[in-house]
């Protein structure tokens, strides 16, 4: 007699399925394809990729890579890296905390993405194929053949849902098609990186000072682009490239770090943010640094409003346009019919105040509302602002506003005898009138910052997160949601009339058509409301980063011309659709979006 010790198959029970890949290739050789492309890659940007400098970055030179031969050899050392450490070499195994295979495929996809932008642009500009020197076509097929190897490496599939036979043909592809995404979501997911260990503490500084002058680099990279095809390239390069650092593990464990040093983390980066005007060779760029600071500091005040208390308001530009007309009526303007002229420091505290009261005045009696009721009432205070200071030219009202020419000709500011309008040798380097200004809004930023940091982390942070989450339950608790609520908007109308103080002596004109709910050029209310979105609600460095990018990004996509607001709302679905927590996002709110995220041991007063 014997003893049957294997339990029988089931029909229809699925084996285990064996790890392929989305290509049939043999693993080895996709590995060598992959990696071996990248080198190619590599060597292809010492290439000429056209015969005429015709193409903008003259990629005519052998032996030096020029504009966007720069941003293909950055993707296939990277890629060419993330393929040597998928063969466990001893040194690179650092690189893939998370493992390699899905890092290598954003790598290989971000090579091949703007490689072929590049030879398509040159074709498409130039006439044809014909203008590709040997060097365009290698790195087309070597980015290519890069791309299929990284396609062709191994992952594990998600099991199909089962089909019913009754099921119309509809359904039945509707669940094929599901099927195959979440097989492609899956060839790009990535495993839990390492933890870090404790490292001896100057080593951790010495990598949060690394990873700090590496933003600070892309970042005067990419506000330095000169064409409008490098500008793109740069965009793909540094999207692919994060999302490769990402699923590698690298970006977690670099956050890890930082959070054991926030302190020295939010003074750094200050600091290199401080270097920007010392990398400049000219005011050009500096410029568009001082608005961006202007704008990421009224959205940071936002966030307190919108990220920690969860109150929608759609007229915050209005609080940056009272404490820029305030601060414009006191600073010397001919223009203001009070023929004063203030010191920096009460004009500035002249700004912050009127904004304070303005947003006291609204918020008493319209914070009683919630939701979309909140929401329309702001927006309507917003226009009324608009109108108001529109009217106010002596015709239509009292004389106080100039109307809709504004007020103009605001000197510039002298604070301690430094005159900010002048330009002056730093260290040998000249310092010119925007980035005196810069320097002096990034100190305000750092203000904001601050209060933005002790005011989430004290007693009255936890209320404006308690009535966030669920206000009926908080006012059951004792909290007094009223008093709460129009704190956090009077805190947030302030920080908005300080950054507005300096937005007067920077533009020199203050004029109501500057603060509109929409338009193409922020900062507007719903540009702001954007940043503090995309960035990441309740966070420092989300609104800050998302700023940076509302503001960037149309300042180069002008070439567009009326599609470009197209492409840019086309860019927030995208995002919004695979990235709804924010590009910053606590780990609360990951929590909410992505339930199969690993919930934190602890979390901060902000989810943090």
Request: glycine share 12%; net charge neutral; charged share 10%.
């Given at each position: 007699?014997?003893?049957?010790?294997?339990?029988?198959?089931?029909?229809?029970?699925?084996?285990?399925?064996?790890?392929?890949?989305?290509?049939?290739?043999?693993?080895?050789?996709?590995?060598?394809?992959?990696?071996?492309?990248?080198?190619?890659?590599?060597?292809?940007?010492?290439?000429?990729?056209?015969?005429?400098?015709?193409?903008?970055?003259?990629?005519?030179?052998?032996?030096?890579?020029?504009?966007?031969?720069?941003?293909?050899?950055i993707g296939g050392a990277l890629t060419t890296l993330l393929g040597l450490a998928g063969y466990g070499i001893k040194g690179l195994r650092h690189l893939v905390p998370a493992g390699g295979d899905a890092a290598l495929r954003f790598a290989a996809l971000g090579s091949f993405a703007t490689a072929w932008y590049t030879v398509i642009a040159i074709s498409d500009e130039l006439g044809g194929l014909v203008n590709l020197d040997p060097g365009g076509f290698l790195v087309a097929i070597a980015t290519l053949a890069a791309l299929i190897g990284a396609l062709a490496l191994p992952f594990q599939h998600p099991e199909p849902d089962p089909i019913d036979p009754d099921d119309e043909a509809w359904e039945k592809f509707r669940n094929k098609a599901a099927h195959k995404r979440d097989t492609i979501k899956a060839a790009f997911a990535a495993g839990s990186p390492r933890p870090v260990g404790k490292l001896p503490a100057y080593v951790e500084i010495l990598i949060i000072a690394g990873v700090l002058a590496l933003s600070l680099l892309v970042f005067t990279y990419g506000i330095g682009t000169e064409y409008d095809e490098l500008f793109i390239g740069f965009l793909i390069t540094a999207g692919f490239g994060f999302a490769a650092l990402n699923k590698a593990g690298l970006v977690a464990q670099a956050t890890q770090i930082t959070a054991r040093h926030q302190n020295i983390t939010v003074c750094g980066a200050f600091v290199a943010a401080a270097l920007f005007p010392f990398t400049q060779t000219d005011d050009q760029y500096a410029t568009l640094g001082v608005y961006i600071l202007i704008f990421a500091t009224v959205a940071l005040g936002l966030n307190i409003v919108v990220g920690l208390a969860g109150l929608l308001d759609l007229g915050y530009v209005a609080f940056l346009g009272v404490g820029a007309?305030?601060?414009?009526?006191?600073?010397?303007?001919?223009?203001?019919?009070?023929?004063?002229?203030?010191?920096?420091?009460?004009a500035v505290l002249v700004g912050a105040l009127a904004s304070l009261v303005f947003g006291v005045v609204i918020g008493a009696p319209t914070l009683r509302l919630r939701g979309d009721y909140l929401a329309i009432v702001t927006l309507g205070f917003g226009e009324i602002f608009r109108i108001t200071a529109n009217n106010l030219d002596g015709t239509s009202g009292p004389s106080l506003t100039n109307?809709?020419?504004?007020?103009?000709?605001?000197?510039?500011?002298?604070?301690?005898?430094?005159?900010?309008?002048?330009?002056?040798?730093?260290?040998?380097?000249?310092?010119?009138?925007?980035?005196?200004?810069?320097?002096?809004?990034?100190?305000?930023?750092?203000?904001?910052?601050?209060?933005?940091?002790?005011?989430?982390?004290?007693?009255?942070?936890?209320?404006?997160?308690?009535?966030?989450?669920?206000?009926?339950?908080?006012?059951?608790?004792?909290?007094?949601?009223?008093?709460?609520?129009?704190?956090?908007?009077?805190?947030?109308?302030?920080?908005?009339?300080?950054?507005?103080?300096?937005?007067?002596?920077?533009?020199?004109?203050?004029?109501?058509?500057?603060?509109?709910?929409?338009?193409?050029?922020?900062?507007?209310?719903?540009?702001?409301?954007?940043?503090?979105?995309?960035?990441?609600?309740g966070t420092i460095g989300g609104p800050l980063i998302g700023a940076s990018l509302l503001y960037l990004i149309p300042n180069k996509l002008q070439f567009l011309g009326d599609y470009q607001l197209f492409a840019f709302g086309l860019a927030l679905i995208l995002l919004m659709r695979f990235r709804p927590e924010g590009l910053v996002a606590n780990r609360r709110r990951q929590l909410e979006f992505h339930e199969e995220a690993e919930a934190p041991t602890v979390l901060s007063t902000t989810g943090a």
């Open positions: 007699m014997t003893t049957q010790t294997t339990a029988p198959e089931t029909p229809g029970t699925p084996a285990a399925s064996t790890p392929t890949g989305l290509i049939g290739i043999p693993t080895p050789i996709g590995r060598a394809l992959a990696t071996g492309g990248g080198i190619l890659t590599v060597i292809s940007t010492f290439m000429s990729w056209t015969w005429t400098a015709k193409f903008p970055g003259d990629l005519t030179v052998y032996g030096y890579p020029g504009g966007l031969q720069v941003l293909v050899l007309y305030a601060a414009a009526l006191v600073s010397g303007s001919p223009s203001s019919p009070f023929n004063v002229h203030f010191p920096f420091w009460a109307g809709s020419n504004g007020i103009s000709s605001i000197p510039n500011l002298k604070i301690l005898g430094w005159d900010l309008g002048a330009p002056h040798d730093i260290l040998g380097f000249t310092i010119g009138r925007f980035a005196n200004y810069f320097l002096l809004m990034l100190i305000i930023t750092a203000v904001v910052v601050l209060v933005f940091r002790r005011s989430g982390d004290s007693r009255i942070g936890r209320a404006w997160v308690a009535i966030r989450e669920d206000e009926t339950a908080a006012l059951a608790m004792g909290i007094n949601g009223f008093k709460v609520k129009l704190i956090a908007f009077a805190v947030g109308a302030s920080l908005a009339g300080l950054a507005g103080t300096v937005q007067a002596h920077v533009t020199y004109t203050v004029t109501p058509e500057q603060y509109q709910f929409a338009g193409p050029i922020p900062p507007n209310s719903a540009f702001l409301l954007a940043a503090v979105v995309l960035g990441g609600m």
